[in-house]
């Protein structure tokens, strides 16, 4: 990390010990908590809701806090993952020092840390969602010469809050739109503040379509999208993210909601996941003339396993709600250049040549011919809030290594290519295959396919049985076609799930 960089680093924990995050040792974390009279430590770790959970510490020296960073502690994980037996439960959480964030909330000055769990033997537990996408991690970097997947995750979610009545955004054109019209730009700026002071690498925020009224009650849709980074580095920072958006919201009086679907007829929200393969900082998806084979055969894993990756990343009920052709949700397994109707999509790029814009619209600066190819991403527009990041992450990691593995992975790509808006064009919908359309359709793909996910002991087999299970505990093979188009049923189903990852 440059000068320039720490200067302007949002996170003070950076700024104060002039270096990054993944530099960050045990004796760099007791002195930030002697510079910032730290009275307190909070352990967070992901359990298998997709939620943080927490474990408070009260710091009664410099000795015991070196203790509780040094041993961690123990918890009962048979409360945390439904499929560790009571009878032999017991777990370590340790904290991992590169997380390590000032609490924003608390009065009293408290250290955040995100944690790691342990067996009683002291090896990683096999099954806990960090762990499982550090081995998919390492196994693509093995299958690849050294090449690392990197990823940005897109948080979109509703405000839910008592109606105003004026300066209302038109229904379901929200996009883009500013204060007034955007009621909740002032909590989007203030929680984007606080990921960023977390460590979060924030892209932007904007309001975005979604935007109705119910009663007594609007309902306005927003975005943070982050930039691309190491793969344990994007799934900290997006659950930290979630946990601060929902702190922030219960402080505001509002309900923050990443629930894939609100009603009937309204855009629903995802959680799009952009990835990106380097080596050596470069951006191996771009080649000569577009996109390179690196890129096609990343596509190509990723469009074969994308019915059983619903799984890890659309976890309930209504996330099928929200998978219905023509709303902007992809419904059929396809990819396309800035086509949002496809499942993947190619986002608009920048060339060589692109310096000359900035040039154009002012005029007093001289043209660049910048090389702006490391900001190249391919999109996928399945996954929502109900996903558990680690686990999701992972299950794209592993996909995205099985196209290096696949013998015809290139031919595979380019025969799933569409240019048009694929509702549009029956014929070509037609050709397609389609995404599953309940938990129940999800959970039979992932059976068929879960021998990819477990090679190299990547995904356990008790963790596989274990999503099964849950998915296929919802019932609800036939649901969307029997309430679907009824929002009494919808927002009954909805209201169970507000507040679902």
Not at 475 to 500: M, Q, S, W, Y
């Amino acid at each position: 990390m440059t000068q320039e960089q720490l200067k302007f680093n949002p996170n003070p924990l950076v700024a104060f010990l002039g270096k990054s995050k993944s530099e960050f040792t045990k004796q760099d974390i007791l002195k930030i908590i002697e510079e910032f009279n730290i009275e307190m430590i909070n352990f967070r770790y992901m359990a298998d809701d997709g939620k943080l959970h927490t474990l408070n510490f009260v710091i009664q020296s410099l000795a015991h806090a070196d203790e509780v960073l040094t041993s961690g502690e123990r918890v009962d994980g048979s409360s945390l993952f439904p499929y560790i037996e009571a009878g032999n439960s017991d777990l370590y959480v340790i904290p991992r020092f590169r997380t390590a964030f000032l609490d924003p909330f608390t009065e009293v000055p408290t250290l955040d840390l995100l944690c790691s769990f342990y067996t009683k033997d002291g090896e990683p537990f096999e099954m806990a969602p960090e762990h499982t996408l550090q081995k998919a991690a390492r196994a693509f970097r093995e299958a690849t010469g050294g090449m690392e997947f990197e990823v940005m995750g897109e948080l979109e979610y509703y405000v839910i809050a008592p109606k105003e009545e004026d300066y209302m955004a038109e229904d379901q054109h929200g996009y883009h739109v500013s204060m007034p019209y955007c009621k909740f730009e002032e909590y989007r700026t203030e929680a984007m503040r606080m990921i960023a002071a977390a460590g979060g690498e924030i892209k932007y925020g904007h309001s975005e379509v979604g935007n109705f009224t119910n009663g007594d009650l609007m309902y306005e849709q927003n975005e943070i999208e982050f930039l691309p980074t190491h793969l344990e580095d994007a799934a900290d920072q997006l659950v930290i993210a979630k946990w601060m958006m929902r702190e922030l919201g219960y402080k505001y009086g509002i309900t923050v909601t990443f629930a894939p679907k609100i009603t009937v007829g309204k855009a629903g929200s995802g959680m799009h996941v952009h990835t990106r393969v380097s080596l050596d900082g470069k951006n191996m998806y771009v080649g000569e003339n577009g996109l390179s084979e690196v890129a096609l055969k990343t596509m190509a894993g990723i469009l074969s396993l994308a019915g059983s990756l619903t799984a890890f990343g659309n976890t309930n009920p209504t996330s099928y709600f929200r998978l219905v052709p023509h709303q902007e949700a992809p419904t059929n397994i396809c990819w396309g250049d800035r086509n949002r109707s496809a499942m993947v999509r190619v986002p608009l790029g920048w060339s060589k040549g692109s310096g000359n814009m900035m040039a154009h619209a002012n005029p007093l600066e001289k043209k660049e011919a910048v090389d702006f190819s490391y900001k190249q991403t391919i999109e996928l527009r399945t996954p929502d809030g109900s996903a558990n990041v680690y686990l999701l992450l992972a299950g794209m990691t592993v996909a995205a290594r099985h196209g290096f593995e696949m013998e015809n992975a290139v031919q595979y790509a380019k025969d799933r290519y569409v240019s048009v808006n694929i509702f549009e064009h029956e014929e070509i919908l037609a050709k397609l295959d389609v995404l599953p359309d309940s938990c129940a359709a999800s959970a039979d793909l992932l059976e068929r396919d879960r021998t990819v996910y477990e090679q190299d002991g990547i995904f356990a087999p008790a963790l596989i049985d274990g999503i099964l299970k849950e998915l296929r505990s919802f019932n609800d093979r036939t649901l969307r076609t029997e309430i679907g188009k009824d929002p009494e049923k919808t927002l009954a189903l909805v209201e169970r799930f507000i507040h679902c990852g």
